[in-house]
């Protein structure tokens, strides 16, 4: 079996950013695996007031289908962390009573497990029918990062894109766009990794890898630090080589979402931040910015979308305007605050 605590610690780079209350399991095959995922959906659910989708109902019901049982506390098999073993925001000590620690122990989205390279190939990219979990796995570590999807964080994937889509269609290539959704992308370094979405054109130009060219990753109020990091593992060339990556990150305690536009700087050989809004609303229902000028908007380049310069007319930078992102927010505040109506 890997030894759990030399794989963490090889593993820090991989995992920082994650909350401290993070999970982290041996693999102990899928029939454990899926028990696991239902036990703890349910937990994500239950705690966000919303009712499962028809998706997250089969895979629980899948999880469930040869094991039952609670699921078994075995010391050596899981733990958290409860003091300073993550870096950033978590390198403090959970507290008795500590109400901000007590909501990420509720609402975290992430479970680690301690799997072997071949063990992964054979139950997760050769599996049917295939799992339907987000993944992050890095061979050099042993280590699968499965984050469970809330309705919050579904919904502002759904959104994104057809809010994206929109912003598309004045060019008139609106047709021509590939839509990657969650596909699992294997590295140059080995490691394999989902976005919550990417896109590039359908066609790809001989010689251009066929990988997205603009991703999407979401995550909660939570995770911050490891959405910053998701965005340089995306647009890393010594990894997926896309060209723009957008974080979108939610608040779980009030309605504010964060959304970051990360560029790959060739110069400095690090992504930069290109865009930073705060979108918050009222206790009136007013929607605002934090900062409000210039005209808050998202712009991707023409040229780093499609990896050519605009040729006709219609061809020009992509611009999601300040009423859509607005709408955008207060579609996904609808879902995510909508127990407490």
Request: aromatic residues 8%; contains cysteine.
């Amino acid at each position: 079996m890997i030894d759990l605590e030399r794989a963490i610690q090889h593993g820090l780079p991989d995992i920082e950013g994650l909350p401290p209350s993070v999970k982290v399991y041996h693999y102990n095959g899928m029939d454990d695996f899926y028990r696991i995922i239902a036990l703890e959906i349910d937990r994500l659910h239950a705690c966000s007031g919303a009712p499962k989708t028809k998706e997250q109902t089969s895979a629980s019901c899948e999880g469930r289908k040869e094991n039952s049982n609670p699921l078994p506390l075995i010391d050596g098999t899981l733990r958290t962390f409860t003091g300073g073993i993550l870096l950033g925001d978590c390198c403090r000590p959970n507290f008795p009573g500590d109400s901000r620690n007590s909501h990420n122990k509720d609402e975290s989205e992430d479970l680690i497990f301690i799997i072997h390279p071949t063990t992964f190939q054979k139950d997760f990219m050769e599996s049917d029918p295939p799992v339907r979990q987000k993944i992050f796995f890095s061979p050099r570590t042993n280590i699968l990062i499965v984050k469970m999807l809330g309705p919050a964080h579904e919904h502002a994937t759904q959104a994104f894109h057809s809010m994206l889509m929109q912003a598309i269609e004045p060019t008139g290539l609106h047709q021509k766009i590939q839509h990657w959704g969650k596909t699992t992308m294997l590295a140059l370094d080995g490691t394999r990794k989902e976005a919550d979405g990417g896109w590039s054109l359908l066609r790809h130009s001989r010689g251009v890898p066929k990988r997205p060219t603009v991703v999407l990753e979401v995550a909660n109020s939570e995770t911050y630090a490891k959405l910053q990091r998701d965005a340089q593992y995306w647009l890393d060339p010594a990894r997926q080589e896309a060209n723009v990556a957008i974080g979108v990150n939610l608040n779980t305690q009030k309605p504010e979402i964060i959304i970051d536009q990360w560029h790959w700087s060739s110069g400095l050989s690090q992504p930069i931040l290109q865009t930073h809004l705060t979108l918050r609303e009222t206790s009136n229902g007013t929607v605002y910015f934090d900062p409000d000028t210039p005209l808050p908007q998202l712009i991707i380049p023409f040229h780093l979308f499609f990896r050519r310069p605009a040729q006709e007319n219609r061809e020009r930078d992509i611009v999601i305007a300040t009423q859509e992102l607005v709408d955008f927010a207060t579609q996904v505040w609808e879902v995510q605050f909508d127990q407490d109506q």
